[in-house]
């Protein structure tokens, strides 16, 4: 088959309308570049390429620097801006950010170090941490947040010994659906506990933590039959299996009307489960910020 003159000049025309970036890799947007050297050193110096701990932890702060948003008062905080990291000082000691720390000082440094904003960097490192899990989805990137101006508020992240009425209240004030909050529980796959029962650290959520897979919502269905330790702790219930640990909080979603029916579909169906948790995941990330202002990185993400 020929091609015509027109087609191979579209293709030049395309071709070198692309920014070359580092190492010889190329983006549709000259800003993006910058990512391919964080994303480098990311996965060499911190992630190490795997679905370790650090990476857990990326996804969890992810989640805990956006929820910091309330539609109702909007001077508790600006949702995912980076506050947790800018204003780390002060929200390192609210009880539900223990254990973030490390991750929070790892990020700091990139971020730095390439002259991102804190709050890019936080969503940034969370959407390659999925990609290092087998099974994780890929997450979509915007890139161009401000720093925050002001620490968000204590008592906006959800904890596990919460009602499911005051966990879904939590939620809608802050912009996400009952739908969306199940969803985003996909991270719990690969995610472990650390600081509810300090006497059984880096205990799973289901059997198979690094793995991103749908066992952890069927995990949750059954009934429980065997604690995970000595004794059940605030924010624990009893787990199906010997070595894994149930939130009281999922149990609850789990069984609520408003959730369960979601719960039951991604038991059932793995690929659901993944697609939807990065569009819900995606969503998040821009919780209290302005699309219009930011810039498509997706492309960089792994």
């Known amino acids: 088959m020929k091609l015509s003159l ?3 000049a579209s293709i030049a025309t395309v071709s070198a309308s692309r ?57 508790k905080g600006a ?3 980076g506050s947790l990291i800018k204003f780390a000082d002060i929200e390192l000691d609210y009880a539900a950010n223990e254990g973030l720390e490390s991750i929070v000082m790892a990020e700091r440094d990139l971020a730095d170090a390439y002259g ?15 990609r290092n899990c087998p099974g994780g989805p890929r997450i979509s990137f915007m890139a161009g947040r401000p720093n925050a101006t002001h620490a968000a508020a204590d008592g906006l992240v959800p904890n596990p010994f919460d009602s499911a009425n005051t966990i879904l209240a939590r939620i809608q004030d802050a912009g996400l659906t009952p739908e969306e909050l199940v969803n985003l529980l996909a991270s719990h796959s690969i995610a472990v506990q650390e600081h509810i029962d300090p006497t059984i ?14 066992n952890f919502y069927r995990d949750t269905l059954l009934p429980g039959f065997v604690t995970p330790g000595s004794s059940l702790h605030t924010g624990q219930v009893l787990s199906p299996f010997k070595g ?59």
């Open 79 to 81: 949702g995912a801006d």
């Open 116 to 130: 991102v904003s804190y709050g890019d960097i936080i969503q940034f490192a969370a959407a390659v941490s999925v």
């Open 19 to 75: 920014t070359t970036c580092s190492k010889g890799r190329t983006a549709a947007i000259a800003t993006c570049c910058v990512w391919y050297n964080v994303l480098d050193d990311l996965q060499a110096n911190l992630f190490e390429g795997t679905c370790g701990d650090d990476a857990h932890d990326a996804l969890r702060l992810s989640f805990h620097d956006a929820i910091g948003f309330s539609r109702k008062d909007q001077s």
């Open 244 to 302: 894994e640990f149930r939130l009281q909080s999922d149990f609850a979603l789990s069984r609520d009307l408003r959730t369960a029916g979601r719960w039951i579909l991604l038991s059932l169906d793995p690929f659901l489960m993944a697609s939807s948790f990065a569009t819900s995941m995606a969503k998040m990330a821009l919780l209290g910020q302005n699309p219009g202002i930011l810039h498509d990185c997706s492309e960089i993400i792994p």
């Open 6 to 8: 027109a087609y191979l």
């Open 201 to 214: 650290p880096n205990t799973p959520f289901d059997l198979t933590p690094g793995i991103f897979d749908n």
